[in-house]
Structures are given as C-alpha cells and as structure tokens.
C-alpha cells in the first residue's frame, strides 16, 4: 500500500505544504471527486443508458434519461451545493451565476466548470471531460456570491483541473505547485496518482488544430501552420480529435501545439471565437503553465485576461514554450 497516492493523501500532503490552509480547499478538491466519479460511470453506460432507458425515458435503474452533459451538470451542481466551500458557480451549460440554495452555508470559494467538454463527440466514443477551475471570493464573506467573484483572472485561480473519460478515467489538477495526473482504478474507486509532477516537453512534434478552418484565419496564422507541415520543419504531424480536454492532454503529455485562432467568416472583421474563457480557456491554459507551457491568446497571455461577462470567448493557442513563442514571431509579423 505504501506506493499508491489516492487522490485524497495527496491533497493532504500537499495542503501540509501551506502553512496557512485551512483545509477547506482539499475538501472541496474531495467532494469534486465524488462527483468525476459519477459522471466517469455514466459516460462508461452512455449506449447503455439509451438502451436501458428506450420505453418511458427511465433506465432500469429508474434514472431518467437525459443528455449527458445536462446530466454532469446536475451531478456537479448537487455535490457541490452543500458543502459550506463555495458562494456561488459558474457553468457553460447555465445562463447566469448559479447561486448556492438559502438554506446552505456560503463559502469562500467559486467554482466555474465545463460540465461536458467535446459532448459532440459522446455518440461514437471519443474521449469527453469535465474542466474546471476555483478562485477565491472577492465579494463579502458569508453573503451570496455575485458575477465579480466569478469574473476573475486565470493568474488568480487557486485551483484547476480537468477530468478526462477516455480509455482509462484521468484527474488531472493544480494547486500552484506542479501538475499532477491520476487514473480512477474502478475496481477500488479511487483516484491513484499515476502521472506525478507533469513537465510539457520544450518543444513536441504534432499541431492541434480545426484545419477546415483554414479559408477564416488571418494570414499569420495561416503562414504559420504552413511553416510547421513544411519539409524543412519535420514536418509536424496533424491531431485534432475536436474535444479540446482530449486536444490538451496530449499536447500536455506529447509537447507541440494546440491552436483555436479567430476566424473571419464572412465579411467579419472583427473575428469571432470559439473557446470559453472561464470555462474553456483559462483552466486549461493554467494546467498547461504549471507545467512549463505557455498559454496565450496571440494578442496577450491567456491568464491576464480580466474577464466582463460569463460567457466570453478567447482565441487559444497553447502548449510547449517553443512552439507557442514560434507561433508568436510569425503572428507579430516577425516572420
Ligand atoms: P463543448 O462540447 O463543451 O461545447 O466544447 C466543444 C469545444 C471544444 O471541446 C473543442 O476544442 C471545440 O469545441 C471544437 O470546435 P470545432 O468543432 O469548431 O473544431
Ligand atoms: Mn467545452
Ligand atoms: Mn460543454
């Protein structure tokens, strides 16, 4: 036993590090958990579930069918709404702040998530996940937290992960010392460390990004990519799977460059993009600079942005520090 780290020791361990922890953020970190497990069984039973659940929307276990990713909102929201730790959260599946019930303490703590990262892909089973990221309130302490405790920068988050449902279920989290990666054994239920402190390579040898796109980017970016699939570069392979979770982990793991640029579709000048920055953007791009990367928009570091609204979308480009700062040079005009 002494060689397996569950997920619950090393939040332990890692909280003694801070002096000053109260012990409420590794709680929090736990009660997560519970919920990733849930969502990670019923992703497992997702043909399942349709087929269980075919006469009367109920499945044999009495569930009602419903959309995964309403349904990994539901489980996060009821795991979390409880505890004392947070004063409100944040979701890309709900409109507004989602406020904690009257009847339940408010903590110190906000939590803005992705419930269902690439649930596009659920259908033909590719891997999907949960994002997620924790700030400390800024508003009053023991009152209902407001959009202003949500609408704080990447630099500020105290905690972020993501969970990965993929061949085997990953957790994947920081707390500012390092970047840690554990497998759920199903058979005991538990998180084990498997991945300790993650180091991005310098620089990797694969580009991630939606290529039929191409006709909407800007030139730089399309000079760019032009570059890295060029004989004299490698060339650089192509991975796009189209879950951004599964799009990161492995430039995470593998090293290279994840890339979701503007497109100007259509006489836009403006450019439009894809990618949520508190829910998305910012969690992910936190993960990948504690691990050595670089997270950027093209225009400024990803973690500077202050959001103004929920729902804001960034330009993304992510991953190892040399292929980011290449990308930089061609998209300042240097090259
Ligand atoms: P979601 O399933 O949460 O709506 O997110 C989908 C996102 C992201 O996971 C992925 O990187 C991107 O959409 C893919 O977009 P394209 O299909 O435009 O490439
Ligand atoms: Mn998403
Ligand atoms: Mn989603």
Redesign the pocket.
């Known amino acids: 036993m002494a060689g397996i780290v569950t997920v619950q020791r090393h939040l332990v361990e890692s909280q003694s590090l801070h002096a000053e922890a109260s012990g409420e953020l590794t709680a929090l970190l736990w009660d997560l958990s519970l919920a990733f497990k849930v969502i990670s069984r019923a992703v497992n039973q997702a043909g399942l579930l349709d087929v269980l659940g075919k006469d009367g929307d109920t499945n044999a276990s009495g569930d009602t069918v419903m959309k995964l990713?309403r349904y990994a909102q539901d489980v996060i929201f009821e795991a979390m709404d409880h505890g004392g730790h947070l004063c409100c959260m944040a979701s890309?599946e709900e409109d507004e702040l989602i406020a904690i019930p009257d009847k339940y303490p408010k903590g110190k703590y906000v939590l803005s998530f992705?419930p269902?990262?690439?649930?596009?892909?659920i259908d033909v089973n590719v891997s999907?996940g949960t994002i997620f990221s924790i700030h400390r309130r800024v508003t009053e302490h023991g009152t209902p937290g407001q959009d202003a405790d949500a609408l704080q920068r990447g630099h500020d988050i105290v905690a972020a992960g993501y969970v990965i449902y993929g061949s085997s279920t990953m957790l994947v989290y920081s707390t500012g010392d390092g970047v840690h990666g554990f497998t759920l054994d199903p058979s005991v239920g538990e998180f084990l460390l498997s991945h300790e402190d993650i180091r991005i390579p310098e620089r990797g040898k694969i580009y991630s990004v939606?290529e039929?796109?191409t006709p909407w980017w800007d030139d730089r970016t399309r000079r760019y990519v032009e570059h890295i699939k060029s004989i004299e570069q490698g060339p650089y392979k192509t991975r796009?799977i189209?879950?951004?979770?599964a799009?990161v982990h492995r430039t995470l793991l593998y090293g290279g460059i994840f890339l979701?640029p503007k497109t100007y579709k259509n006489g836009d000048t403006e450019g439009s993009c894809?990618?949520r920055l508190l829910?998305?953007a910012a969690p992910m791009g936190y993960i990948v600079e504690q691990a050595g990367g670089i997270a950027h928009t093209g225009e400024e570091k990803l973690l500077d942005i202050v959001p103004t609204e929920l729902h804001q979308r960034c330009s993304v480009v992510l991953g190892s520090p040399a292929d980011v700062n290449e990308y930089l040079s061609f998209y300042r005009g240097e090259r």
């Open positions: 990713d890309e992705d269902l990262d690439g649930s596009s892909n999907v939606n039929g796109n796009y189209g879950s951004m979770i799009d979701y894809k990618l829910y998305e």
